[in-house]
């Protein structure tokens, strides 16, 4: 991304107009942090059974969801007050998108904080221990897409927001394996449908989470390089049809 083409290092007549940009900028990357830090957490909790992390967790989605209001309340004063246009006007349009999408993250996150409580509570009794593995190892891949999403938000640079979708699709994969296997074990052991139902439900969380990651991808290079990317395999599709 060269300086002429980031519409955040570009000077504007207005110099306040320049920092409420900068701002919204600055902030959409330190919700982001935040929404990482969180899902750090998720990831010992379900991976030690440390339920005070899972706590953690819960309590981290009502900081994340004030820092989403306030920048909705900023985007809002952009859009009435400083009427933006061309390059600005998609920076801001697209913060937008991509802070509503981190907002559904943090809920999710949150409901899969939750679920990991239920999961360990004694009375359940342990879940298997290969189902969990397999759920750290996918969260593992949310991790590291999140963090190449940092990145792009940060440099502005859409590299890693192109490779993040390559990868999705391998995610993807591994999430419909791990739920074949739980409703394997499921029929072979009766008496851990309880634990069964909450691991496919955190499967099924964990595929949302995937989702938002790859809707964020899709907002950043929208952002950056001005290409809409969302539908486009959808369209091929109906075109070969």
Same mark, same amino acid.
């Given at each position: ?14 110099? /306040? ?7 919204? /900028? ?106 969990? %593995? ?75 989470? %995937? ?31």
């Amino acid at each position: 991304m060269t300086p002429e083409n980031n519409v955040f290092a570009m000077p504007h007549i207005l110099k /306040h107009y320049d920092d409420e940009l900068g701002q919204l /900028h600055d902030s959409s990357v330190e919700m982001l942090k935040l929404i990482l830090e969180q899902w750090e957490l998720l990831m010992e909790a379900m991976d030690e059974a440390n339920l005070e992390s899972a706590l953690e967790v819960i309590a981290l989605n009502k900081e994340i969801r004030e820092n989403e209001s306030q920048m909705h309340q900023t985007i809002l004063r952009l859009l009435a007050q400083e009427n933006p246009v061309a390059r600005d006007l998609r920076a801001v349009l697209s913060i937008s998108k991509i802070s509503g999408t981190m907002l559904y993250f943090t809920n999710e996150t949150r409901k899969i904080g939750k679920l990991i409580l239920t999961l360990y509570e004694p009375r359940s009794g342990a879940p298997n221990p290969q189902l969990v %593995r397999d759920i750290v190892k996918i969260s593992d891949g949310i991790r590291i897409a999140l963090d190449k999403l940092v990145i792009v938000l940060n440099s502005q640079d859409s590299n890693n927001a192109y490779g993040l979708l390559k990868s999705s699709a391998d995610c993807e994969n591994a999430i419909l394996e791990a739920i074949r296997h739980q409703l394997g074990f499921i029929n072979q052991n009766p008496r851990q449908v309880g634990p069964g139902l909450t691991i496919l439900q955190i499967l099924n969380s964990l595929e949302s989470c %995937r989702n938002h990651c790859k809707n964020l991808a899709e907002y950043c290079i929208f952002m950056i390089d001005g290409h809409d990317i969302r539908h486009k395999d959808r369209l091929k599709t109906k075109t070969l049809d």
